[in-house]
């Protein structure tokens, strides 16, 4: 059975830090390519980042370019997002996905992942 379980949201101030992460079990971590989404109350899911299946290719909206930062670590089967400079517009429940590293899927559509875990919630306070 396929599992992602995500790990570290909490309340944090803006301009603070956070890292999640994700822990993956059930698959071939190597051959899939992972990525995090988020969730606010009232809104669509909508992506943050994403990175390749070795880690050579990693993927940002604008707004998290600069601030946010996705790794990988295939020998422990973990996928982390780094969070700095949080403004209170990244509160949300930040979701880990995973699909397999098919060229020919999107990296920022939430239809191309196959693998969802069940969310974990950040607050940030102004």
């Known amino acids: 059975q396929v599992q992602l379980v995500e790990s570290g949201g909490r309340l944090a101030q803006a301009g603070g830090s956070l890292r999640l992460s994700c822990a993956v079990s059930?698959?071939?971590?190597?051959?899939?390519?992972m990525g995090w989404f988020r969730q606010a109350p009232g809104k669509e899911r909508e992506f943050v980042a994403a990175?390749?299946?070795?880690?050579?290719?990693?993927y940002y909206t604008d707004s998290m370019k600069g601030r946010f930062t996705i790794s990988r670590d295939n020998a422990k089967n973990t996928v982390a997002l780094q969070m700095n400079s949080l403004k209170p517009e990244d509160t949300a429940v930040y979701y880990c996905?995973?699909?397999?590293?098919?060229?020919?899927?999107?990296?920022?559509?939430?239809?191309?992942?196959?693998?969802w875990g069940q969310g974990t919630q950040v607050t940030v306070s102004s």
């Open positions: 996905a995973s699909r397999p590293r098919t060229r020919s899927a999107s990296y920022d559509s939430t239809a191309s992942y196959e693998y």
């Open positions: 990175i390749t299946w070795n880690g050579g290719v990693r």
């Open positions: 059930g698959l071939t971590f190597s051959s899939y390519v």
